[in-house]
């Protein structure tokens, strides 16, 4: 996390992007020039992002929002499918369905989404289908280093502080859950039979297959898997709107009140504890990772019980089968890591390894949740 550079996330080359933005921001608003055009250090592993300024000589005369800029500019956030030729994170990325999930969750409910105000849908422009929504202004928890470590905003805040940000954290899952009728999110409904979490394991078998074919297999995330089976819940479905990268490093808050909740590449239909699980559980992973590195962190932040309390007392949902679901949570991201992993070998920054499980940085963890020894 510290010492390793910053894994390869693209092959395309930034100033040809902004002069092809510039040209396609010219037909949607003639007149409009892209301004001050950066791509974020923390360019995200999967889609990549861009942010600009929209500079126009008559904005009053556009069907925009009010300024956003000190110096009378629209501040915009461009979310582009991932670069096809970089060894993608997954295999898919549809960029409508994440434009119409945010027109949903705005529509539905009061939680802080960045208004959306295009989407283009051909390749043709930069090479990749994206959309165009609103900045939000604020600070993330940062993964890199992060947040759990001594230095991070975050850790240098006081308990209150952190307190209630952890509070509001949680509630904007269990708006997101209540507010949201799951028939108007139908469209997310993953592919197969059976009930949603069934399906949506399925698909994260899928994905793990697609992960290593044509490599060294995981013998852990194969344990995972079967571990899951073995341990179904009794009475799995209660289907909501699942954000499905449900985590404070996806939400800017202003000062320690969420000020926008981001990326919605993995939302889906599925029971509220998909959403829970992960929350907690990759807290936890960054905990983990500062205590091995000799550091105390925040181990009263987000805690496991607390979460399950708080969302309980907003929703009047006790949340079931936890250890499933955290399980399965870090199961889901241990898949994710190999992916990454295996990325840095394509791109020759390191070599096949000969224990493809020691690729999984929190390996110890699932191996302990295995084991029923981790909580």
């Known amino acids: 996390m510290t010492g390793t550079p910053r894994p390869r996330t693209t092959t395309r080359d930034p100033d040809a992007l902004t002069g092809r933005l510039t040209a396609w921001l010219g037909t949607r608003l003639p007149g409009a020039r892209a301004t001050h055009t950066t791509v974020p ?30 110096d009378g500019t629209l501040r915009c956030v461009l979310r582009l499918a991932a670069d096809p030729a970089a060894y993608t994170v997954f295999p898919r990325y549809d960029m409508p369905r994440q434009y119409r999930t945010m027109r949903l969750v705005a529509d539905h409910t009061d939680l802080p989404v960045p208004r959306t105000l295009w989407l283009e849908e051909d390749p043709a422009h930069l090479g990749a ?56 999110a139908a469209f997310l409904t993953t592919p197969g039979t059976g009930s949603t979490l069934a399906r949506h394991v399925a698909s994260q078998r899928a994905y793990y297959a697609w992960v290593v074919d044509g490599l060294p297999r995981s013998p852990l ?78 181990p009263d932040f987000l805690r496991r019980d607390h979460v399950e309390d708080q969302y309980a007392r907003l929703t009047g949902h006790r949340p079931r089968a936890m250890e499933f679901h955290t399980l399965y949570a870090a199961l889901r991201h241990a898949v994710v890591m190999l992916r990454v992993a295996y990325r840095r070998v394509h791109f020759g920054e390191c070599p096949v390894p000969d224990d493809p499980d020691g690729l999984i940085l929190h390996r110890d963890t699932l191996e302990a949740m295995l084991a029923g020894r981790y909580w």
């Not at 250090?41 to 992002?49: F, I, K, P, Q, Y």
């Not at 969420?258 to 559980?281: F, N, Q």
């Open 41 to 70: 250090a923390s360019n995200g592993m999967s889609s990549e992002t861009l942010l600009f300024d929209i500079d126009h000589p008559d904005p009053s005369s556009l069907q925009l929002p009010a300024p956003t800029g000190p």
């Open 221 to 298: 995330i194969e344990r995972g898997f079967a571990w899951l089976a073995d341990h179904w819940p009794d009475d799995p479905d209660d289907p909501v709107l699942s954000w499905g990268d449900a985590r404070i490093g996806n939400i800017v808050y202003d000062g320690f009140a969420p000020a926008a909740v981001l990326d919605w590449e993995l939302a889906a239909l599925g029971p509220r504890e998909l959403d829970l699980g992960w929350m907690i559980y990759l807290h936890r992973f960054f905990q983990d990772l500062t205590e091995a590195s000799g550091q105390r962190g925040l």
């Open 129 to 184: 289908p994206f959309f165009v929504m609103t900045r939000a202004t604020g600070r993330v928890p940062p993964d890199v280093m992060p947040y759990t470590y001594e230095g991070s905003w975050l850790h240098d805040a006081t308990d209150a502080e952190r307190d209630a940000l952890a509070v509001a954290s949680v509630a904007v899952l269990a708006r997101l859950h209540d507010q949201v009728p799951p028939e108007s």
